[in-house]
Each structure stands twice: as structure tokens, then as C-alpha cells.
């Protein structure tokens, strides 16, 4: 992975191989907002939300990234990363949904911008889902 940081704004780039998710949550950031991601990826499962459960499924062979968008925030003792995803087949057909896994395919761009004076924790709801709660410092 390789990354550049300036008062807040993150550039990243995943090269051939590398795990989204885990990238995403290894990142040294507290509280951010995912605003943008583009490339391509190959491997990935999505989930979409039923109201009760996470339901997942794959999509086939290398597709491209056309929208990423989520947040990272700090549940307990581990950052969480939250991303929903929004991934074109050849041909133009779409899938999308909450980010399972993912592997980059060539490349991966993201742009990540902190909360400055923000903090994004997640806890257990009686959902099920790990709730964010934004609040100032």
C-alpha cells in the first residue's frame, strides 16, 4: 500500500494483490470519512442488509470500482472500516452492496479525509449492527 497524508487528507493506492478491507482498517487513522475510491478488483463479496442479517454474495471476475464510499471508526479495541461498494462487470451491468472482501486488480485509489474534532465510535445495537455514534471531542 502506499500513502500520502496532509492536514487530514489521505491518497491511497492498493497495488495488485492487496486485501481492501484489511487495508483499509490497518490504515493509522482514528475517524475518517471514505469519500472516493475508483480502480479495479477481483475476488469480491458483498452483503446487502435484510433488516435482520447480513446476506453475501460474489461477484465474478475482475470488475471495476466505480464508487467506494464508508467511514472508519474505532469499535472497542480495533478499528472498523465500513464501506459500501458499487462495482461494474464488462458489458456495464453493476452490483453493489456493504464490503465483505475484495482484492485489488491492478490498482486501487482511494481519498480518505479525517474528522477533525470529530470521533466516529461503533457499538453493538439491538439490531445487531455495530452503530456509529459521532460525537465532538
Same mark, same amino acid.
Given at each position: 500500500?502506499?500513502?500520502?497524508?496532509?492536514?487530514?487528507?489521505?491518497?491511497?493506492?492498493?497495488?495488485?494483490?492487496?486485501?481492501?478491507?484489511?487495508?483499509?482498517?490497518?490504515?493509522?487513522?482514528?475517524?475518517?470519512?471514505?469519500?472516493?475510491?475508483?480502480?479495479?478488483?477481483?475476488?469480491? =463479496?458483498?452483503?446487502?442488509?435484510?433488516?435482520?442479517?447480513?446476506?453475501?454474495?460474489?461477484?465474478?471476475? @475482475?470488475?471495476?470500482?466505480?464508487?467506494?464510499?464508508?467511514?472508519?471508526?474505532?469499535?472497542?479495541?480495533? =478499528?472498523?472500516?465500513?464501506?459500501?461498494?458499487?462495482? @461494474?462487470?464488462?458489458?456495464?451491468?453493476?452490483?453493489? $452492496?456493504?464490503?465483505?472482501?475484495?482484492?485489488?486488480?491492478?490498482?486501487?485509489?482511494?481519498?480518505?479525509?479525517?474528522?477533525? $474534532?470529530?470521533?466516529?465510535?461503533?457499538?453493538?445495537?439491538?439490531?445487531?449492527?455495530?452503530?456509529?455514534?459521532?460525537?465532538?471531542?
Amino acid at each position: 500500500m502506499l500513502n500520502a497524508t496532509h492536514n487530514g487528507h489521505w491518497v491511497v493506492r492498493l497495488v495488485d494483490g492487496e486485501d481492501l478491507a484489511a487495508s483499509l482498517a490497518a490504515l493509522p487513522i482514528e475517524a475518517a470519512i471514505l469519500v472516493a475510491g475508483v480502480g479495479m478488483l477481483r475476488d469480491v =463479496r458483498l452483503a446487502y442488509w435484510n433488516g435482520e442479517e447480513y446476506e453475501t454474495f460474489g461477484v465474478d471476475g @475482475a470488475v471495476e470500482l466505480v464508487s467506494a464510499q464508508g467511514n472508519i471508526a474505532r469499535a472497542e479495541d480495533r =478499528r472498523v472500516a465500513h464501506c459500501h461498494l458499487c462495482v @461494474a462487470r464488462r458489458g456495464g451491468t453493476t452490483a453493489g $452492496g456493504h464490503l465483505v472482501d475484495a482484492t485489488a486488480h491492478n490498482t486501487v485509489e482511494l481519498y480518505l479525509r479525517e474528522t477533525e $474534532g470529530i470521533s466516529l465510535r461503533r457499538a453493538p445495537e439491538p439490531s445487531g449492527l455495530l452503530g456509529l455514534t459521532p460525537s465532538t471531542e
